[in-house]
């Protein structure tokens, strides 16, 4: 079937609209969509001097960093920087820092690696624990706002795309914490705090497949392995249980996703004047509790 715009050859087939699109079609369509999620949802506004973009060295933030890029070249007064984390996994985590150091430099891209706290790794956590995985996303999280806070960036660029999303909305559903699911949506939070840099996901319409396709059309040299503790975790087990769903019923994740941006403002609403952000005792990050997760991660370990 040829491309439903030109008539030339394929390169992919939209799961949610059953299109065919050549190359140059589909990089229209694909940045397009990304551009008008950015303009709708007001993720980078007129004021905003500095943006940062979470780089981890896969297709997801690569391509992130590759479409704010275009945006930052064309406002003289808009900054860009990556922040890399280098999580400490044995030939994985090495193989991303090295690529995205390449990367960086060959577009000119000011660039932030940082390693975890007081010599703490994935492969350590993952000798004394079952759930790595949780422990590192943990980790990461806090890092990647204390981080953002100290380079004195507006917003922050996350490489989340629209399965991620639909898996994040089941998880929460399954674990009952709506609460969580008020901060989703492609832009992150419900209250507004100096404390906490807004997390913003110009690619959150997008699909895993496009995202993956539109890398490999780039010549993007990114790491394809998986990280060797994903599979522990229970999001892993939330993706096999969507990506089967998403063969036998083609556009699930898509109708997930879109449904619950429909009723995202009220949960918004609700938990803005039901919720209280406090600030740990111990690092002074925003969290639910007194002492947020990722210092309990560190106190297990003794860090």
Known sequence: MPCKLCKQNPVIQLTNSN?????TCFFRYFERKAFRTIRQYNLIEKKDRKIAVALSGGKDSTVALHIINQITKKRRNLKLIAITLDEGIKDYSDKNVKFVKKYCKENKIQLKVYNFEKGLTTDKIAKKVKNACN????????????????????????????????????????????????RLGPITGVIRTEQFIPRIKP??????????????????????????????????????????????????????????IEILPLLKKYYKTSKKINLCKKCKEP?????????????????
């Open 135 to 182: 422990c590192c996303a943990i980790l990461k999280r806090r890092m990647l706002n204390s981080k953002a806070k100290l380079l004195k960036v507006d917003k922050l660029v996350t490489g989340h795309n629209l399965d991620d999303e639909a898996q994040n909305i089941l998880m929460n559903q399954f674990k009952r914490k709506i609460d969580v699911s008020a």
């Open 19 to 23: 299109i065919t699109l050549c190359k």
């Open 203 to 260: 690619l959150y319409f997008m699909t895993e497949e496009e995202i993956k396709t539109y890398a490999s059309l780039n010549g993007f040299d990114i790491n394809k392995k998986r990280c060797p503790y994903a599979h522990l975790s229970y999001r892993d087990d939330i993706k096999e249980f969507l990506n089967k769903f998403e063969e036998k019923h083609p556009g699930t994740k898509n109708s997930i996703v879109n449904s619950f």
């Open 287 to 303: 969290c639910a509790k007194d002492v947020c997760k990722a210092c309990e991660v560190l106190d297990k370990f003794k860090y």
